[in-house]
C-alpha cells in the first residue's frame, strides 16, 4: 500500500468522518410530537371503517383473487408501493393521492368498477385515513406463497356484460313522441329514470357545427356551412366520413 492510499484509508476512518456523518444524523427529519396520536387515531380509523370498505369494494380485484394493473392493497407496504401506474397514495401531500381521484370518480378508471361513487362520508374517511399516514392494524388477508398472484379469470368476470351471448332485447316501452328510432327510446326510458327530460332540438347550423368538429376536428367554413344547410344530414355525414 503506497503512502496516498494509506491516507485515504486514515481520512476515511478518521474522527473527522465520523463526526460529519454523527452531524448529518442529527440533522435528518425529526419524527413529529404527533407521530403516536395519529397513528393510533389512523388505526382505529382503518380498523372501524376503511379494512371493510378495502375489503368489500376494492380486495377482490387488488390482493384478493387478483392482482390488476400490478396493485395489491392486501398489505401497507403493498398499498405503498403502488401498480403499474406508479404510487397511488401520497404521504407527504395526502390530498394529491391518486387512489383519492379515483373513488371520488375525478379520474379514470374510476373506483369501484361499473358501480356508483362512495358515499361523501366514506370518501372523507378515505382522505383523513391518508392524512394520518395509512396506517394498518393487519394485513387484509393472510398471504399464502411468496410473489405477487397471477392473474387469472374467474366467474363473476365472465358474467361481466362485455361477456355475455348477445340476446335481443326488445326497446322500453315510454310514453313520448320524442323517440324517433329504437335507441331514443332506451335513453329517454334512462333520462325519465332519473327525472330528466331531454334537451330541445338543436338548430341547423349548430348541427353542423358539431358535426364537422365530431367528424374531422375543423369548424365548417362560410362555404361548407352554407352546402351543409342545402344537403340532408345523412349526405353531409357522409361527406364528412369520405
Partial sequence: MNRRTLLLVLLACSP???????????????????HIVKMKAGTELFRDVIRPALVENCLKCHGGDKVRSGFDLSTRELLLRGGDSGEVVDLKVPEDSYL???IRH????????????LPDKLLADFAKWIELGAP???PLLEKKGNGPKSMRVTESDRDF?????LTEVAPPIVESNWPENEIDSFILAKLQDK???PNPQIDDRTRIRRLYLDVIGL?????????????????????LLD
Fill in 136 to 138: 394498518y392494524d393487519k
Fill in 100 to 102: 383519492l381521484s379515483l
Fill in 219 to 239: 369548424p365548417p367554413t362560410p362555404e361548407q356551412m352554407q352546402h351543409g344547410l342545402k344537403i340532408s344530414h345523412a349526405a353531409l355525414v357522409d361527406e
Fill in 16 to 34: 473527522i468522518s465520523l463526526i460529519a456523518a454523527a452531524q448529518q444524523a442529527s440533522e435528518s427529519k425529526p419524527i413529529a410530537p404527533d
Fill in 106 to 117: 375525478d379520474d379514470e378508471p374510476v373506483m369501484p368498477p361499473a358501480q356508483d361513487k
Fill in 195 to 197: 327525472g330528466l327530460s
Fill in 161 to 165: 356484460w362485455a361477456f355475455r351471448p
